[in-house]
């Protein structure tokens, strides 16, 4: 049988199976599912464009933070610091679809330069002012400056440079919250040695980073809103955060319905039961995951992505910081509510030299990170990933600055505390 023969037989065996309606319907309606089509890949890539040009039209700003030898704020003035970023404003459609305008978005920093560990903020020059009298307000004695992007002066180069990278994701859906600052009592102001701070062994590991390395650690937040699209797809709907914690706290007090049982039942008139007189008992552990769950959604919400970088010289690179890495977020997770674990892994382990030839696929991957982390980007492509969501109080946890508990000798802090001159000196 030639090639012509089986073709004009699989046309036959087509047309067989098809009716002739169904194909006049395919012809007739054809024409208007390929504009469809073509519509929606021209849509994607004019909103690619007009965005890409709004974000290359803003000014950037990069905040360091330096902290006063004695600190007595606890993270709720973070939280309440951080409450500034909640802008859910993304311009009207105008904005949007032609500007390519979009909510604002910043990234909070934890920086180690060979072992020295300081404080960052990323944002648009636009908030500079606001957020800097925010910090002032909240965190009297600390001293802000604008400096150099830290991460520009950075150029990967493979043959004498070695990397890692990760994202971070949780362990649970976003309903559950983190283990937070609320849960090891620094809401109480204890005092200094009293306190457990989970940042403490976090600003530890990053003050015991050896000469040629660098560790850094940026957390990017946006305001969270409950009606947007999953990764930028609009195909996607998102996972009602609220929605989902309630689901949650009904699913742990209802299990099932054979666990109504354990109340007592509600006799009507005529002895038949309707009713139930209290909900079924709960574990102590269930009750505080339920607690927590109903604490959680009352805070403001944020989209939130985190990515760690582990880079130094060849001759220098200390496999056993990126274990350092991974383990500091364990102090923030919880068995019975969330936790951390590294998602995407920018770089794989390839067994096989054929695998990776020449380490191509590495290299490329480590310049794509570097990138991403340069352009805080996080929301959007090409640097797009599925942001967490967490409210301010877990944010707060994550990033604050701690008091004087963290004794830290690489962490600088501001070497004396200001104060004004009396306000009775003679003119």
Known sequence: MTLDQAFANIVTLFKSAVSPVVLNYVVVFSPFI???ILGRIFWDLWMRYVRAAFFFSQKYAVLEIKLP????????AMEMFLNSFHNPTDGNWYKQLWLGETRPWASLELVSVEGQVKFFIWLRESAKANTQTALYANFPGIEVY?????????????????????????TKPDAYPIKTYV??????????????????PLLEYLGSVGPNQQVWMQIIIRCHKDDQVKGGHWWKKADLWKEGAQKEVSKILMRDEKSKVAGDPI???????????????????????????????????FDAGIRAIYIAEKEFFNPTNIGGIIGTFKHFSSEHLN????GSSWHKNY??????????????????????YKRRSYFFPPFQGTPMVLNGEELA??????????????????????SEAPANLPI
Not at 270 to 290: C, D, H, L, R, Y
Not at 339 to 342: D, E, I, K, T, V
Not at 351 to 372: F, G, L, S, T, V
Request: proline share 8%.
């Open 34 to 36: 390929l504009a469809i």
């Open 267 to 301: 006799m009507d008139a005529e002895g038949n039961p309707t009713g139930f007189t209290k909900s079924p008992t709960i574990s102590k552990g269930e009750q505080a995951i339920v607690e927590a769950l109903e604490r959680s959604i009352t805070k403001q919400a």
């Open 69 to 76: 030898k004695d600190l007595f704020k606890s993270p709720l």
């Open 351 to 372: 067994e096989y030299p054929w695998q990776d030839y020449k380490d191509i696929r590495r290299n490329r991957m480590a310049r794509w990170i570097i990138m991403a």
């Open 339 to 342: 936790g951390f674990r590294p």
């Open 146 to 170: 604008e400096r150099e992007d830290y991460a520009r002066s950075v150029h990967y180069d493979p043959k004498t440079m070695k990397i890692w990278a990760s994202e971070f994701k949780f």
């Open 397 to 418: 946890t994550l990033f604050h600055f701690p008091g004087s508990v963290a004794s830290t000798p690489t962490l600088e802090r501001v070497p004396s505390k200001k």
């Open 183 to 200: 849960d090891y009592g620094l809401d109480k102001d204890p005092k200094e040695e009293f306190k457990v701070d989970p940042m403490v």
